[in-house]
């Protein structure tokens, strides 16, 4: 059986039933904790569960959704509460338990989206690509690129966490193979300088600008970015479960990184709108630093987007995330340069 649990007001899992219970014994979550699995009439407290406690009112099998996670009141007046004697024998014009049946299970077919009750307010699960309409989600590659460049934390923290990986997949296929054109224009539209920034980019491709240059390009990182991003996802995993105390499932760590990889893959259009722009001016100086300008901007954006999605998704703090994330390369980075400094000087 799946779990759910609630962390920073909103779901968590699936998960076993074993992994609740470690969660419980480490003291990542208390006995208020609200949990949910399928069969479950809304969330309640982990204490208050049949399996964890006493047994929890179930409800009619309906459509598998995940319910509010609004808590009910602690107490009812007094008037509300109904008498034995009511409860044995309902009033007239009430309706009788096949009724209430029939209800419960139209009930389980309505129920509100992810987020409803836990934002105080009803909200889509993000981002939009993956709430398209009978047109198909492309209508909302855009809207989906904005919003994840723009409001990282919002979507990332409405994070549809029930949906697979086919859809993340190809929202970061179709912009990885926009980055890709956008890259290697870019690198095209530069004047040759001389100078090592010149040089590095010059060698990221060989031969000419051309229609074949571009299709093998494009194929080749396509083909690759499966493998690709399940590396990178891992490593990112890793680093947040060790470094930041994360609990999240590896699938929240894919999705995420997907969708924050796929939307920054467009902010190539800056440096690319930048080199074409300071063309115009014939200083080759210029472009270059045009180039520099705008690949450095986009670069500190995408990470910026990158660790809030992280940040949202796995439900922990943004510093603890940037920490988590960003000590290891650098360390790495300072010890490799240490090494080569050190190799240089003695030679």
Not at 20 to 39: F, M, P, S, T, V
Not at 178 to 190: A, D, F
Request: aromatic share 8%.
């Amino acid at each position: 059986m799946k779990w759910y649990y609630e962390s920073n007001g909103h779901p968590q899992g699936p998960i076993l039933e074993s992994e609740l219970r470690q969660l419980k014994e480490e003291g990542k979550i208390g006995a208020d904790c609200l949990i949910w699995r399928e069969g479950m009439e809304d969330w309640a407290p982990l204490e208050k569960v049949r399996e964890f406690g006493p047994a929890p009112k179930l409800k009619a099998s309906g459509e598998f959704k995940l319910p509010s996670l609004q808590k009910e009141p602690a107490d009812k007046p007094a008037a509300e509460a109904s008498s034995p004697a009511e409860e044995a024998s309902p009033a007239a014009g009430s309706p009788s338990p096949s009724e209430e049946d029939a209800n419960a299970e139209g009930d389980a077919s309505e129920a509100p989206p992810l987020d409803e009750g836990a934002h105080g307010s009803k909200t889509d699960c993000a981002p939009k690509w993956e709430n398209s309409g009978p047109d198909g989600p492309l209508l909302e590659l855009l809207p989906s690129i904005v919003e994840i460049l723009f409001s990282p934390a919002s979507v990332f923290k409405r994070l549809n966490l029930s949906g697979g990986w086919g859809l993340p997949l190809a929202f970061l296929a179709i912009l990885n193979a926009v980055g890709t054109v956008m890259v290697l224009w870019t690198v095209e539209l530069l004047p040759s300088t001389g100078s090592p920034f010149s040089k590095i980019l010059r060698l990221m491709h060989q031969s000419e600008f051309s229609t074949a240059m571009l299709t093998a390009s494009v194929l080749g990182s396509t083909l690759l970015l499966p493998l690709t991003v399940l590396f990178k996802a891992g490593i990112l995993h890793g680093l947040m479960h060790l470094g930041a105390g994360s609990i999240a499932p590896f699938s929240t760590t894919f999705r995420a990184a997907c969708y924050a990889l796929g939307a920054t893959s467009a902010l190539w259009i800056v440096p690319l709108g930048a080199v074409w722009a300071s063309g115009f001016s014939g200083q080759p100086l210029v472009v270059e630093s045009a180039m520099l300008l705008s690949a450095g901007a986009t670069v500190v954006w995408s990470l910026f987007v990158l660790l809030q999605a992280l940040s949202s998704s796995h439900g922990v703090p943004l510093w603890r995330t940037a920490l988590a994330v960003l000590t290891p390369p650098l360390v790495a980075s300072f010890l490799l340069g240490a090494a080569l400094a050190s190799a240089a000087a003695t030679t």
